[in-house]
């Protein structure tokens, strides 16, 4: 099924449910899982169905309880492990709000790899909705070191989403190993399909310990790399069917790899789905050497903290003085009604189909000024409101026929916040975004002006846009 709709500027979620039925590598059992569309701005969320009260769990990085071999996140007796593959095919696949129903402590390891869960996104579609998805550019590189694991971490500002990983275990049929994803658009195909993998050596101690009871051969890569004694070979052959260990060193039952550097690609695929758990849609070129779910985990909350002390910067658009506007106080005369001295915007500087930014200067010769606190000048906020109606229009009103003019009527105003005021001498930034897309000449916007790389308005706004007849109608 294809997506309703494929704009990366707005979140997404299912088109319809879905289900994903498998067994845990842990406890052996079916699990059964459905995920189900959500909400604008829900995110991603697990649902213990199994459990009193069906509690929930975000997939959060501040939610993670326990990163051996396996990421899970838990909020009081509510857990879910083994999230990583899922996380990883619901980020790439642009999914940003779905439900995800589970009766076990764990998501089905399926074939080891993201690639079924790939499968049963593209098997119901996404559906776009009305939120749009905010992606946050990192102001500086954030590097992350754990010198006891040899592992080094770092994200740097790039406009695109970039990885780079690197493995070495010190395993001759292993070697170092080398991966990379230039284009998030790329892993479906590069990515996805990779398995999950261990060494033969390890398996004695998992199944001792009752750790892997879902694991078979058709789950995971098993490397040999050290050689197999006959009593070792037949203690294990008790777990898996048909079991043809090597007679030196290399893959269990002989396995071919989807590529030369499967390993790699899975521990990248894994990056993927612990970093999505920074809850937040970020631009950056990773670059990671050695990791693992622990240490992913710890970068995941540094480039969280990160994002949280940046996310207001990250918020104000930029303003370019020398960057020629794309519409200035003459061309927006010819779209909007308002004249001096009533015209509350001097140019627009960036426009889409969602938003639309534009600029005012705030000088002592505004009109307003002689009499509202006089020897104090302060802008009235219900002016600040206005200008960013104003600008809103610019996008809303259709400009199909230069012909036509339209007005605009204020219907609503909610969530209004003044949180510092505006003198002479400022420039107002004022940004607009459709909350939803314009039926009907109904207009719904969410307005911010920035003063100063600080918020100094927010409000909800609700207009009607109405066609004005002609004078010989």
Do not use: W
Not at 114 to 142: D, M
Not at 327 to 356: C, G, N
């Amino acid at each position: 099924m294809q997506s309703e709709n494929n704009c990366p500027g707005y979140q997404h979620t299912l088109a319809a449910e879905v289900s994903v039925n498998g067994v845990g590598i842990h406890s052996g059992q079916l699990v059964q899982m459905l995920l189900k569309p959500a909400d604008q701005n829900t995110g991603i969320v697990f649902q213990r169905v199994d459990l009193p009260g069906k509690p929930t769990v975000k997939a959060d990085v501040d939610n993670v309880v326990e990163t051996t071999r396996s990421t899970t996140i838990g909020v009081g007796e509510a857990r879910i492990s083994t999230i990583e593959h899922l996380m990883a095919a619901l980020y790439a696949n642009g999914v940003d709000n779905v439900l995800i129903e589970i009766d076990a402590a764990e998501v089905p390891i399926l074939d080891g790899s993201a690639a079924p869960f790939v499968e049963a996104i593209q098997r119901t579609g996404r559906k776009q909705q009305a939120a749009q998805k905010v992606y946050y550019t990192l102001q500086h590189n954030i590097v992350f070191v754990d010198d006891d694991k040899k592992v080094e971490m770092v994200a740097m500002p790039y406009d695109g989403y970039r990885i780079n990983t690197l493995i070495d275990f010190n395993s001759a049929v292993l070697g170092t190993q080398h991966a990379s994803l230039k284009n998030i658009e790329e892993f479906n195909d590069q990515v996805a399909s990779c398995r999950t993998f261990c060494f033969f050596h390890e398996l004695e101690y998992l199944f001792d310990n009752n750790l892997i009871k879902g694991g078979n051969k058709d789950n995971a890569i098993v490397v040999v790399d050290k050689p197999v004694t006959e009593e070792q070979a037949a203690k294990l052959g008790k777990y898996f069917d048909g079991i043809a260990v090597p007679t030196d060193t290399g893959y269990l039952n002989n396995e071919t790899l989807r590529f030369d550097n499967e390993p790699a690609r899975h521990k990248l695929l894994d990056v993927i789905g612990d970093l999505a758990l920074v809850g937040m849609p970020f631009r950056a070129h990773i670059i990671a050497n050695k990791p693992g779910h622990a240490t992913n985990v710890a970068f995941a909350k540094k480039i969280k903290e990160h994002i949280k002390k940046n996310k207001l910067k990250a918020d104000v658009p930029p303003y370019d003085i020398e960057k020629p506007p794309l519409y200035d106080v003459h061309a927006i005369e010819r779209i909007l009604p308002h004249r001096y001295p009533f015209l509350m915007v001097d140019k627009i500087i960036e426009m889409t189909p969602s938003y639309v930014i534009g600029i005012k200067n705030v000088t002592y010769n505004e009109p307003f000024f002689q009499g509202h606190f006089p020897g104090n000048c302060v802008m009235p906020g219900v002016l600040m409101v206005e200008a960013l109606a104003q600008c809103g229009g610019i996008l809303a009103i259709p400009k199909d026929n230069p012909d036509d003019q339209y007005d605009t009527y204020f219907i609503k105003i909610d969530n209004c916040k003044f949180k510092q005021k505006v003198v002479p001498g400022d420039t107002l930034l004022l940004k607009m975004e459709l909350m939803n897309p314009v039926r009907r000449g109904i207009c719904e916007m969410k307005g911010t002006i920035f003063v100063n790389n600080k918020i100094a308005v927010e409000a909800e706004l609700v207009a009607q846009i109405v066609k004005r007849p002609k004078k010989d109608d």
